[in-house]
């Protein structure tokens, strides 16, 4: 046990020991037993708060945010005080104070780069539900973030800024489709024109993805539009194997078939694998589709799923939809001269005319 000097305030009950008698002298003469008493009480009504505070877990009654306990959006929106949410605010408190101090707390970033990435990943068919649960992100940011919440007028303004972690989530989600989704052919048949121009004729490469010829070719030659997200991904690993290999021309077949192959792609314009500094340049498995100034943009007061209706106006059917999604498929399809029966067969809306306006309803009956 360490020994030192000894000193007590009888008015207060102060008490403390230090190393040597100065430094207690100094610590007695300084003392302020009105300071030490209302520290004291202080810290007594501290712990009196603490202990009325009830930490029974809350459920969330959010209509479409599900706030987890022991997160900072739960303590906060919910009001939650139990000891998994009251830990998540003390560690964010503790966090931004220390990055306060070091000069980098500015939280907060602009939400346009986030908002774009979500768009594209939806204009090529993610889902909002499926891009935030990717990104870990809930539905009640993805959708403030991309649509906004009504405010008092009544008016939907979508988020300016967002935290610079959920930026960071959200850039970082790429595509994922399910293999039986449909996707545009346009960079898998740039692969196989590439294989094809260094001698690869299409029944080896046909072969080698199983595919019969058929089927085949007008994947090869773009004449087929779209191909499933399987399809897209096999033909990018065989693209990555093949662009660094000559076909075979062991024998008379072989070299007629390789030579053949060549003479087609010059006839047609296609170009070997492109190389820069000498590095075989490959794109993503699944390209994101560019958003320009003519892309459809979301509407600050739209509340339709742009993925939903994009797919049914293509002719996928998977997916709920809304009332708002049936408005606003509808309202596309007549744009671009369906009749009510057409709606009917490729969108698979029963009763479309029930989701014009009143004064189309009534030219269409």
């Known amino acids: 046990m360490k020994r030192g000097t000894y000193r007590r305030s009888h008015s207060c009950g102060w008490s403390g020991t230090f190393d040597t008698a100065g430094k207690a002298d100094h610590a007695k003469r300084h003392h302020s037993c009105a300071r030490w008493i209302a520290k004291a009480e202080s810290a007594e009504r501290g712990r009196a708060r603490s202990a009325a505070v009830d930490r029974t877990p809350k459920p969330c009654h959010h209509k479409v945010a599900n706030h987890q306990h022991g997160t900072y959006a739960c303590y906060t929106l919910d009001a939650c005080r139990c000891p998994a949410c009251a830990h998540a605010v003390r560690d964010y408190e503790q966090n931004r104070v220390r990055q306060q101090a070091y000069g980098r707390w500015d939280n907060l970033v602009d939400a346009d780069p986030a908002r774009n990435h979500v768009r594209r990943l939806m204009a090529a068919g993610m889902g909002l539900k499926r891009v935030g649960a990717a990104a870990d992100v809930s539905t009640g940011v993805m959708w403030k973030l991309l649509y906004g919440r009504p405010n008092a007028a009544g008016q939907r303004t979508p988020s300016r800024r967002i935290t610079k972690a959920v930026e960071a989530r959200l850039l970082a989600v790429e595509l994922d489709l399910a293999d039986g989704a449909m996707v545009p052919n346009t960079d898998t048949a740039r692969r196989l ?134 408005i606003e498929i509808v309202a596309r399809a007549r744009a671009a001269g369906w009749s009510l029966n057409d709606i009917t067969a490729r969108a698979g809306i029963t009763k479309p005319e029930r989701y014009l306006p009143d004064d189309r309803h009534q030219e269409a009956s």
């Open 193 to 326: 024109q590439a294989l094809v121009a260094i001698g690869w004729s299409m029944s080896k490469l046909g072969l080698r993805l199983g595919v019969l010829p058929g089927n085949f070719n007008p994947v090869v030659t773009g004449k087929r539009p779209m191909v499933t997200v399987v399809t897209a991904k096999a033909v990018h690993d065989l693209y990555l194997e093949l662009a660094d290999q000559q076909p075979p021309e062991d024998n008379q077949r072989d070299r007629i078939a390789a030579s053949r192959a060549r003479r087609h792609a010059a006839t047609h314009g296609w170009i070997p694998p492109l190389r820069f500094n000498g590095r075989l340049v490959v794109g993503s498995v699944l390209p994101l589709p560019e958003l320009d100034d003519d892309a459809v943009v979301l509407e600050l007061d739209d509340t339709f799923d742009e993925a939903v209706v994009q797919r049914r106006l293509a002719g996928d059917r998977s997916g709920r939809l809304m009332k708002a999604d049936r």
